[in-house]
């Protein structure tokens, strides 16, 4: 081999211990990881965007009881509106033996944050479903507002109730709950989007029942967004950005 190759393959080896010491790994503080963030948008381009929450509970006779739920932000609203639709569909009218099984624990869901997502089950033949879509388009048009049903005002609960059990929805200053209490101890269901996180939560104590907990999140963006003054995406105007509260 050559003298050349040899130097080669020493001057390799030697740098070795450098490359994996510039490459080592290093733990981040817990108050450096608060301070990350996500993917920046900037102001202007987004056009629209809308939540549509569903809830249903179906009883081993058929009865169905559940609510879904809509709000909509578009350029134009100078704040969100939630609207409501009950479900409300009889059976066949045939009984519903009496749950009994038995979950333990627990209490900490309702004080989770970010995403949570629970099925419990403790009896047979049943069917649940937790599901959240995030569904982003481009376009320069907003779609047409949904206003079908009820406008939930904040601070306000609705209620209903049939042979699958009772329902109610609520809105507070931060954000919206649904919660059904299935009838015969057949067991229970909540969703809920507020601030700090979105919960979907289902408990099933009897038998033969099929429950949901859908979510749609719609994100329209613009698609040309005219590049003014300093509006250029650099480092330094992002940084502006995430101080602003972007």
């Known amino acids: 081999m050559k003298t050349s190759y040899w130097l080669a393959v020493v001057c390799l080896a030697a740098s070795l211990p450098t490359q994996a010491q510039m490459f080592k790994p290093i733990e981040l503080k817990d108050q450096e990881l608060a301070t990350l963030r996500g993917r920046y948008v900037m102001p202007g381009r987004i056009i629209s965007f809308g939540i549509v929450m569903s ?35 009889k059976g066949d009218g045939s009984a519903v033996s009496q749950g009994t099984g038995t979950v333990s624990g627990g209490s900490g869901l309702s ?10 089950a403790a009896g047979d033949n049943n069917s649940a479903y937790n599901n959240v879509d995030l569904n982003v388009q481009k376009g320069n048009q907003a779609p ?29 200053g931060v954000g919206v709950q649904l919660n059904i209490v299935a009838n015969n ?18 408990t099933l104590l009897g038998g033969g029942n099929q429950v949901n907990n859908l979510m749609s999140i719609n994100v329209v963006l613009r698609d040309n967004l005219p590049s003014t003054g300093s509006m250029n995406g650099n480092l330094e105007q992002l940084k502006g950005l995430h101080a602003l509260g972007y």
Do not use: C
């Not at 047409?144 to 507070?172: F, H, K, P, V």
């Not at 101890?185 to 289902?202: E, P, S, V």
């Open 55 to 89: 809830s249903t509970w179906q009883n081993a006779s058929g009865d169905v009881i559940g609510a879904t739920s809509s709000m909509q932000i578009q350029q134009s609203t100078i704040k969100p509106q939630f609207y409501v639709s009950m479900i409300d569909k």
């Open 111 to 120: 004080t989770t944050q970010g995403v949570t997502q629970v099925v419990r």
């Open 144 to 172: 047409a507002m949904d206003t079908q049903g009820q406008a939930l005002a904040a601070g306000t609960t609705m209620t209903r109730s049939n042979g699958a059990g009772a329902l109610s929805i609520s809105a507070t």
């Open 185 to 202: 101890n057949q067991g229970n269901l909540a969703q809920r989007l507020a601030q700090g996180g979105l919960m979907q939560n289902a």
